[in-house]
């Protein structure tokens, strides 16, 4: 159900250009996300990848000083429209972030809850049902059914990014925007985010960025690649990598740079 | 190898040193120890002595009489209670307003350093600002002006561990909350305070236990009354008066009832801070 109607979801980027005060963070860039795909962002540190990320759900803006000029379409409709509400964009864009970020002083159960709970109070069977779906989805169900009411930081490392997985999952949105979600992971970690992404993408429109090639190889369909703002090249993830357009990108992909 | 030996003298002054620096610190505990018991053991001592049930039940006596601590007691609780009331919500919301809110302007680090100043003031001079304020305009004493005063210093102890302990609270919670689709007042009572709670009702604390013993402000404010009034537009007795009026009277039996009006002063603390953490005893582990 949530399948078919994400078919036709289109996210892309405008001339987007992304500031920190006067530094210009991300650089006229447009880009397609196709839905139902895993597109990985990458591109060395600082080359304003995450930043274009943050910019996809009105994150960036949070930042005291950051601003935006371009557009970000959803659906054709620009979510940097003045009568567009961050708050319910936010609702339809799931994020996971670089380190874990269980909300201490809450349950495992709570966690997952706590977006659902932000779009008001909701019956208990209703909200039963969406935690033990996004923990299945998050293939954290097994390990934690029998302990939904501990705390969440008992977790292991790995444990506790699929809980934030899982926990931005909930809420059923559109799109799912994961920031290095395996930096702070061991291998066996993150050989479970990539094979979540593969399986998630059934459901929602992924958007991935991470400065590890291997991975970006593995889990996405399609690649980009930046730097220093800008975008350098963008293509079917097995065409960048084997027979990438752009000195660029060939000099950063074979690790000559960067 | 020898670098790790205890031959090594490198390794040797280090643990001569460490040897030294816990001897020191130890000291230093076992100093303030001391003294902390030996005022405990005095209280507990005199006041227990002077302890008796009708110290609750009755009035304060005059020169020579016998007595209780009823309206003492009554006003303590009265005045550092409305002061608590009144004084904690404004100093949350102050707090949360620097740490949520004032990141930018001038607003915040100018109410922030006026904060400190309120705090470090001394409290005969918030007294005397009452005073001059209000039970001057209204020409007589009451328990409400003692209020207003323990309101006023409640106020600055509050603001700041408030802004301090949500500090804290690391960015990353904030962000999480608000890329869940939560608009920014649910992340400051779902995620800030839940997590800051401890410190921030640990803040409250030390503002009511500062307020039960506050003296120097109630004398221009509440003045102190040796009858019992319910009525909190008259003047009012507190413990902390009582003590200021008898511990230096001529009588034993003034004397007797200022160490009784200490013991029940402390325990009177003590019982409220342990029923405020048990209260607000927290589930999950607290920050880190």
Redesign the interface.
Known sequence: MVASANTRLRLETAHLTALFAQHRAVRDVSLLFPANTVTAIIGPSGCGKSTLLRCL?R?HE?T?GASVAGEVLLDNVNIYAPDVNP?????RI??V?Q?P?P?????IYENVA??L???GRRPKPEVDNAVSRALQQAALWEEVKDRLHT???DLSGGQQQRL?IA??VA?APEILLLDEPTASLDPAGTQRIEELCHALKRLYTIVIVTHNMQQAARVSDYTAFMYLGSLIEVGRTDELFTKPKVEQTEAYITGRFG | MSVVSAANPTYRRRRRMNKVMMAVSTLALAFGLFWLLWIIGVLLWEGAAALRPTLFTQMTPPPGGDGGLANAIYGSVLMAGAGTLIGTPIGILAGTYLAEYGQRGWLAPATRFINDVLLSAPSIVIGLFVYTVYVARVKHFSGWAGALALAIIVIPVVVRTTDDMLKLVPNSLREAAAALGAPSWKVVTMISYRAARAGIITGILLAVARIAGETAPLLFTALGNLNFTLNVNQPMQTLSLQIYVYATGPFDEWHRLAWASALVLMGLVLVISLTARWVTRQRYGRIR
């Open positions: 759900n994150m949070l005291p708050v319910e964009l936010r609702r799931g994020m972030f380190r970020t909300f201490p002083t809450m349950s706590a977006g709970k932000v779009n705390s969440a930081l934030c926990r931005a809420p």
